[in-house]
């Protein structure tokens, strides 16, 4: 993570690293070091969704943040959301349905903004699938990757102090979670090269007066 994140004083900022066993609602248990996350519960209607936060929100000096999940099963119906969300947001709910939280969702590929009604986005995932979440902290924007392959950008204009989530809704869903412990499957370093590439162009064509 050091080396993803070398701008990050942890004792300041600390960086996400495993879902925290406070922030969730009661259908989520937890496993493995806190990063795998089940469903327990009965899952009849959306009243039954349940989501999790990671135990830190993402620094804002990390520039471009990244985790991912491994879907290791997707349970009944596969209703099951990844994304971020402010520390206020209501945990029996899957991410994106409320305000300052948003998800990209497995069972319709939708992307939800703050919103119960999402936005067709990408496509739907499943179990064996891993799903990427990625925040560019420089413009606020949001984009996802499945199973090592970008998606595109999901959201603009997100405000600071936002944490990684997942939500479950139906038995038997069971994901793992990737805070940078293991290597991952997108080439977030790359992405990240560019990223700044494309900054430091933008600063060379800004026009000084002379």
Same mark, same amino acid.
């Given at each position: 993570l050091k080396i993803l994140y070398p701008a990050v004083d942890e004792e300041?900022?600390?960086?996400?690293?495993?879902?925290?066993?406070?922030?969730?609602?009661?259908?989520?248990?937890?496993?493995?070091?806190?990063?795998?996350?089940h469903y327990k519960g009965h899952g009849k209607t959306h009243k039954?969704?349940?989501?999790?936060?990671?135990?830190?929100?993402?620094?804002?000096?990390?520039?471009?943040?990244?985790?991912?999940?491994?879907?290791?099963?997707?349970?009944?119906?596969?209703?099951m959301g990844v994304g971020l969300c402010a520390q206020d947001v209501n945990m029996n709910r899957l991410p994106g349905w409320d305000k300052h939280s948003y998800g990209?969702?497995?069972?319709?590929?939708?992307?939800?903004?703050?919103?119960?009604?999402?936005?067709?986005? =990408?496509?739907? +995932?499943? %179990?064996?699938?891993?799903?990427?979440? $990625?925040?560019?902290?420089? *413009? =606020?924007?949001? +984009?996802? %990757?499945?199973?090592?392959?970008?998606? $595109?950008?999901?959201?603009? *204009?997100?405000?600071?102090?936002?944490?990684?989530t997942v939500g479950l809704q139906t038995p038997g869903e069971v994901i793992d979670a990737n805070?940078?412990?293991?290597p991952f499957l997108f080439d977030v370093e790359g992405e990240m090269r560019e990223l700044r590439r494309r900054t430091r162009n933008l600063i060379s064509n800004l026009s000084w007066p002379k």
């Amino acid at each position: 993570l050091k080396i993803l994140y070398p701008a990050v004083d942890e004792e300041d900022t600390p960086l996400p690293r495993a879902w925290s066993t406070k922030d969730k609602f009661n259908y989520i248990g937890l496993s493995q070091n806190n990063l795998r996350v089940h469903y327990k519960g009965h899952g009849k209607t959306h009243k039954d969704a349940s989501s999790v936060r990671a135990t830190h929100p993402i620094p804002s000096s990390c520039g471009l943040y990244y985790f991912e999940v491994k879907i290791v099963s997707k349970g009944r119906d596969g209703y099951m959301g990844v994304g971020l969300c402010a520390q206020d947001v209501n945990m029996n709910r899957l991410p994106g349905w409320d305000k300052h939280s948003y998800g990209y969702h497995g069972d319709d590929g939708h992307s939800f903004c703050s919103s119960g009604t999402g936005q067709a986005y =990408g496509p739907t +995932f499943t %179990t064996g699938d891993v799903i990427g979440c $990625g925040l560019n902290l420089i *413009d =606020g924007s949001c +984009f996802y %990757t499945k199973n090592g392959h970008h998606l $595109g950008v999901a959201f603009q *204009d997100l405000p600071p102090n936002l944490y990684p989530t997942v939500g479950l809704q139906t038995p038997g869903e069971v994901i793992d979670a990737n805070f940078g412990q293991e290597p991952f499957l997108f080439d977030v370093e790359g992405e990240m090269r560019e990223l700044r590439r494309r900054t430091r162009n933008l600063i060379s064509n800004l026009s000084w007066p002379k």
